[in-house]
Structures are given as C-alpha cells and as structure tokens.
C-alpha cells in the first residue's frame, strides 16, 4: 500500500513475486508539476531557488524544499538567511523537533528545507496541523477548557487553511533529481493531497550528481554554443523525459546489484532453512536419544574411515590411534587393539562393536542421570552446540563473501565459487555439529558432593570480591572532585547519552560533550 511503488513495479515482480496495481486518488489531483528547470551551475540554481521562495513567500503560500543531504540542506539555510527569510530545517541533526517541524510546514507563510522527505510518520496539512496545534494550546494553558480549546483553535485553523488554499496551496520545491524517482515522487506527492490545490517544481544543474553521470560536460558545450546566458534555465517537457529515463537507467543499475547480492544471501537462506528446521525440530521433540545415537554412530562412522580405511590391510589399521580417539571424542574406553587381533575380523564388524559399545555406555549413563534429566541434558547440549557452530559459520562466509570476488580475476565465476566453498563448508558445520554433541554429552558427568561445595565455596568468594569492589568503587565516586568546566580531569568519563556531570540535568552529548 504505497503511491510510489509502480517506478519498482520489475523489482517487486521479480525479487518478491508481488503483482504493483495503481489505485486511482480519491479526489482529482489540482496540483501542478511544473518542467524541470536545468542550469549550467550549482551557483545559478541556487540563486534561481531563493528567488523562487521570495515570490512564493511574499504571497504567504507555504513552501516545502527538498535536499539530497545535510550538508546541503544547511548551505540553503545560510542563504535563506542571509535575504531574512524566516525557515525550518528538517533533518537528521533536528530529529527531536520532527514531527513539529513537519506539522508546521503547511502553515501560512511556512518555509521549511528537508532532507529525503518521506512520510515521516506526521501529514502536512493544509493550516497547519490540528491535532498538534490543539495539543501545543493545552500545554501553554493547563488550566484553560479543553472544549473552548478546541473550538478557538479549530476556528483559527479553518481560516488559514482557507487563506493558504487562496495562496496556492503548497509548494514542494526539489533542488535536485534523486537516482530514484520513487522518491522524487514521494517529495512531489506531500503537495496536493486529498485534491487540496498545490504545485512542485524541479530545480537542476549541470552541476547535480545525477546529471554529471550522464555526460553534463557535453550538454555544456552545447549551452554556451547557443549563447545561453548566466541565469537562465532550460525548460522543456522533453527534458523531463530524458531525465526520467536516465533515472531508470540508473534504477536499473542499483536493482542489478541489489539482485547478485540477493544471490548471495540465497546460499546462506538454504543453509539457515536447514538449520533452524532442525533447531525446532529438538526444541519440539520430547526424546532426542535417537537423534544423539546418530550423531555418535556417524562419528564413529568417520573415526572408522580415518584410522581403519575400507578396502585396506588389517597392518595397515591404526588401532592405538582409534582407541586413544574414541576416549577424547566419545569418552569411553575399548579394547580395539584386542578386537584387531582377532582371527577373521574385518572393519565391520569392529564398527558394529563400537556402536554397541558406545550404545552400552549412554544407556548406563541415562541410568545414573535419570531419564528426565538427561533428556534435558541432551537437548541443553544440542541447542548450544548448533547455536554455537552456527555463529561461526556464519563468521566465515561472511569472511568469504569479502574476499570471493577476486575470484574474477581467474576467469570463475565469483557466485558459483560461493556456493562450492560455502557448501563444503556447511558439511563441515555439520561434522564438527556431531563432534561436538557426542564429545560433550560422552564426557559428562555427576558432580560430587565434594565438587559442588568446591564450587559454592568459589561463588561465594567471588561474590564477596564483587561486593567490595563496590564499596571500594561508591567511596571512590563519593570522593570525586567537583565539577570544573576548565579542568577536564574533573568531569568524570561519561557517556554520550548519560547526564552531564556539570548538572544541568540535560545529555552529555547536547551539553559540555558538544562536538
């Protein structure tokens, strides 16, 4: 529900598979979207702006200017200044005062310069702002009548909504073409809402980013072969057209990055939808014992391949080196060695009384945890490992992603590299997954009572630390020199957002820790 998606209608369809239809207005648009006006420098344009606000404020008709950035916004100010006409500035520096400045701008006589305009969550009405208005009135009386309130200020805002509706409505002045038109669209679109009459208007230069992408230094040359003098504008509907197209060329452009990264973070969605599906499939089930006797048998599956490889020679087996890791990895001892010598066994069969073996050891283990606690055991154990080996792996592809693009210059294709490294990967994840779980849960064990006291004892001790590391800490503070304005030394290390030291009750950052 937006009136400024149909420029992104290809994005929509092709990312998100959602249809863009265009629902009529309400009432008819009477607002007037005048040609754009190019001049061949950023100096002409911002005089040809200030002059066009003098004529727009000397009949008191509230104008809106658009900016593209702060810095940018502020020259404007300094200009609108320096001819004594009175604005607002909206933008990321005035965040607090937001809402009020836009609920202001469709005052009679209203200037007000915004960066990026949008919703921002507040209408521009025609009069200025009701409710807010209403609002403001209370607060400046408390004590006063809210219905007498109301219908003073609801009468006042009728007559200067009448008298700014005679002045022409609002007029929404842009000092630049955005790479987008959704936005261009959406500054236009604050002007003439709800068939309230209005008008916007595009002030360019060669000058702008946008115009020197396409080639400015040529339009130029061709500018002063005309004799174009220092002032004037070009103003034509067909300047607006091939402007538009440009922007879509550009819009374009920015999609087809947007469209590669989204490939990117396709792999990682494949991978997160498998994780997290068996993430709740444990958080979900009540028994997770075959899913712990799985991992264990796949472990000892690829302890097997390792130290007892398939189709090889019983003195070429390492069965010191299976024996010593199937104590660190699974934690419990076998005779491997001794089941080698036998006459006749092949790897197998050794396998198979591996599983049985390890299989013997968790049921006994269960016995002496209880079946309630070691169930709760294994699926504390199995959430914190997959959580764990996740983080990390997503640690890594991103420190892939950062670098596979040098792939290029090899002649590979940076994505398909991806997807084979991040899924050799992802099968590691996986393998070191059931390494974990099978390790943790084989080494486990019940405390004794002399470990639990040990460990009481410890948390005690260091509870008692904490305690006088406070005390220690409130003596400090108390002793703390008074607060000097010239003596850095004396006003603490306060955070931005903490209260001044000096005490004036206002932030750090709006008081003495001003940059």
């Known amino acids: 529900m937006t009136g400024t998606a149909l420029t992104e209608a290809d994005e929509f369809d092709e990312i998100y598979g959602l249809g863009v239809v265009e629902i009529p207005t309400n009432q008819t648009v009477r607002r007037i979207d005048d040609d754009d006006q190019v001049y061949r420098s950023a100096k002409e344009k911002y005089t040809a702006v200030v002059e066009a606000i003098k004529v727009a404020h000397a009949k008191q008709q509230p104008v809106l200017v658009g900016t593209t950035s702060i810095e940018k916004s502020e020259l404007l100010s300094d200009l609108l200044t320096n001819s004594n006409i009175k604005h607002n500035v909206l933008n990321a520096r005035q965040h607090e005062r ?3 400045i836009v609920a202001d701008a469709g005052k009679l006589g209203a200037v007000t310069i915004a960066t990026n305009m949008a919703g921002r969550g507040t209408d521009i009405k025609l009069g200025g702002n ?6 403001d009135a209370m607060t400046a009386d408390p004590e006063a009548n809210l219905d007498k309130i109301t219908r003073g200020v609801e009468a006042e805002h009728k007559v200067g909504e009448r008298a700014v509706k005679n002045a022409g409505g609002l007029f929404v002045l842009a000092t630049e073409r955005h790479e987008s038109r959704r936005i261009d669209n959406q500054l236009r679109g604050r002007s003439g809402r709800q068939g309230d009459p209005g008008r916007s208007s595009f002030f360019l230069s060669l000058d702008d980013d946008l115009m020197r992408i396409f080639g400015s230094e040529r339009l130029e040359k061709v500018l002063n072969s005309l004799g174009m003098k220092e002032g004037e504008a070009i103003v034509h509907p067909w300047v607006n057209k091939s402007l538009e197209r440009a922007q879509a060329k550009v819009e374009g452009r920015n999609f087809d990055i947007r469209k590669q990264l989204l490939k990117f973070d396709d792999v990682m969605n494949d991978q997160r939808k498998v994780i997290f599906g068996q993430r709740r499939e444990i958080m979900e089930a009540e028994d997770l014992a075959e899913i712990t006797q799985d991992m264990r048998h796949q472990v000892i599956d690829d302890l097997m391949a390792q130290f007892m490889p398939s189709k090889s020679y019983a003195d070429q087996w390492d069965t010191e080196g299976l024996q010593a890791a199937v104590v660190e990895q699974l934690g419990f001892e076998v005779p491997v060695s001794d089941w080698a010598a036998e006459e006749g066994v092949d790897d197998e069969e050794i396998c198979i009384k591996l599983e049985n073996a ?16 070691m169930r709760t055991i294994e699926k504390q154990v199995l959430l914190e490992a997959i959580d764990g080996k996740w983080r990390e792996h997503l640690l890594t592809l991103e420190h892939l992603r950062s670098v596979v693009g040098f792939r290029g210059y090899a002649q590979r294709d940076p994505l398909n590299e991806y997807k084979s490294e991040a899924f050799q990967l992802f099968q590691s994840l996986l393998d070191s997954l059931r390494q974990r779980v099978s390790q943790v849960l084989g080494h486990a064990r019940m405390r004794t009572n002399e470990e639990q006291k040990a460990i009481m004892d410890e948390m005690m001790l260091q509870k008692g630390a904490l305690q006088r590391q406070a005390k220690t800490a409130g003596g400090a503070q108390g002793a703390r020199p008074v607060f000097n304005e010239s003596d850095v030394t004396t006003w603490g290390n306060p955070g931005r957002n903490d209260k001044c030291p000096c005490g004036s009750g206002k932030k750090f950052k709006h008081c003495h820790g001003k940059l």
């Open 98 to 100: 937001e809402a009020q």
């Open 130 to 135: 009701l409710e807010v208005t209403i609002v």
């Open 358 to 373: 390890s299989d013997a050891f968790m049921a006994k283990k269960a016995v002496d945890f209880g079946s309630d606690n």
